[in-house]
């Protein structure tokens, strides 16, 4: 059983940064990728960026290149996505994602564990 868990979120201007963090407590597979996706109102869920065990492999969707950071600390079985330079195009239910897959994938179809999400909401 995995049990991810996001904190974090909350609303900010724009220009302000949030630090997102995920927990899987159960820790039911080891050595999994993770990865961020989010969904905005009224549009499907959508790669943010994912990151392997080893964290030698990351990814990033072209619309957070250069202002996300995906990191993870596996001793505490966390991962993080540091946002900074947020817009209001950044407001969405931000979800972590696992796999026992060491493939850094992007596709939605490719995760089987999902955390309840965290809503970020960004104002002009």
């Known amino acids: 059983q995995v049990h991810l868990v996001e904190s974090g979120g909350g609303l900010v201007q724009a220009g302000d940064s949030l630090r997102l963090s995920c927990v899987d407590s159960?820790?039911?597979?080891?050595?999994?990728?993770m990865a961020w996706f989010r969904q905005a109102p009224g549009k499907e869920r959508e790669f943010v960026a994912v990151i392997t065990w080893s964290e030698t492999t990351t990814k990033y969707a072209d619309a957070v290149k250069g202002r996300f950071t995906i990191s993870r600390d596996n001793t505490k079985n966390t991962m993080y996505l540091q946002m900074n330079s947020l817009k209001p195009d950044d407001t969405a239910v931000y979800y972590c994602a696992a796999r026992s897959s060491p493939r850094a994938a992007t596709e939605i179809s490719e995760y089987l564990y999902w955390g309840q999400g965290t809503q970020v909401t960004v104002s002009s």
């Open positions: 159960e820790r039911a597979f080891s050595r999994p990728t």
